[in-house]
């Protein structure tokens, strides 16, 4: 079994930076892909950028290419997700998501991932 904490959300301004963390633990790690999905209200949940735990190699959804940045760092077993220039549309609640590396679905499909977080607000005002 694998728990994923996320942590760092909050109430900022547009233009503004936030960086989330979540820490995994319960299985070794090169053997997971992370992630973090959002969900905004009366919307569905949407995919936002996954890592490769072994690789690095890193998925963006389209509309967060050149503001938001995923890594990892092995030694923490944490992955974060630096978002930058925030829009009040990335409103949502975020969420830390892991899969076994083994998956070869897609990304963006949230029935991929195996193992969610409880989430973390998002808040940007105009």
């Known amino acids: 079994q694998v728990q994923v904490v996320e942590s760092g959300g909050g109430l900022v301004q547009a233009g503004a930076s936030l960086r989330l963390s979540c820490a995994a633990s319960?299985?070794?790690?090169?053997?997971?892909?992370m992630g973090w999905f959002r969900q905004a209200p009366g919307k569905e949940r949407e995919f936002v950028a996954g890592?490769?735990?072994?690789?690095?190699?890193?998925y963006n959804e389209d509309s967060v290419k050149g503001r938001f940045t995923i890594s990892r760092d092995n030694t923490k077993n944490t992955v974060y997700l630096q978002m930058n220039s925030l829009k009040p549309e990335d409103t949502a609640v975020y969420f830390c998501v892991a899969r076994l590396i083994q998956i070869s679905a897609s990304m963006t499909f949230p029935a991929s991932w195996q193992y969610w977080g409880q989430g973390t607000q998002v808040t940007v005002s105009s």
């Open positions: 890592i490769k735990w072994s690789s690095g190699m890193t």
């Open positions: 319960g299985r070794t790690f090169s053997s997971l892909s």
